[in-house]
């Protein structure tokens, strides 16, 4: 079954930039990933330090994978320290209706 996968990060102030770059070649990298159907970043229009990342993987084997992958490992060691707060990551399957 196939997995959505929302993930939101605020960057500390100032740290926008490294933020939106890191997020770029991970999700660059991810895209390259066998279970990886879709990936995308999304930054605030309202608020410049808040980033989403949406993915469609092919099922939770292929995000337990992916969660184990180098780039991902990478991201997350440097995303933490650019963050002012936990990110936010949920796991969802579509709706029937």
Same mark, same amino acid.
């Given at each position: 079954? #196939?997995? %959505? $996968?929302?993930? +939101?990060?605020?960057?500390? #102030?100032?740290? !926008?930039?490294?933020?939106?770059?890191?997020?770029?070649?991970? $999700?660059?990298?991810?895209?390259?990933?066998?279970?990886? &159907?879709?990936?995308?970043? %999304? +930054?605030?229009?309202?608020?410049? @330090?808040?980033?989403?990342?949406?993915? @469609? &993987?092919?099922? !939770?084997?292929? %995000?337990?994978?992916?969660?184990? &992958?180098?780039?991902? $490992?990478? %991201?997350?060691?440097?995303?933490?320290?650019?963050?002012?707060?936990?990110?936010?990551?949920?796991?969802?399957?579509?709706?029937?209706?």
């Amino acid at each position: 079954m #196939e997995l %959505f $996968v929302f993930a +939101r990060f605020h960057a500390r #102030e100032g740290q !926008e930039a490294t933020l939106a770059q890191a997020i770029c070649e991970s $999700v660059t990298a991810s895209r390259e990933e066998a279970g990886c &159907l879709n990936i995308h970043a %999304f +930054r605030s229009v309202r608020d410049p @330090r808040l980033f989403y990342i949406h993915s @469609r &993987l092919k099922d !939770e084997a292929a %995000f337990d994978l992916h969660a184990e &992958l180098p780039h991902t $490992v990478r %991201f997350l060691a440097c995303a933490r320290p650019l963050i002012d707060h936990a990110l936010d990551v949920t796991r969802t399957e579509r709706c029937a209706f």
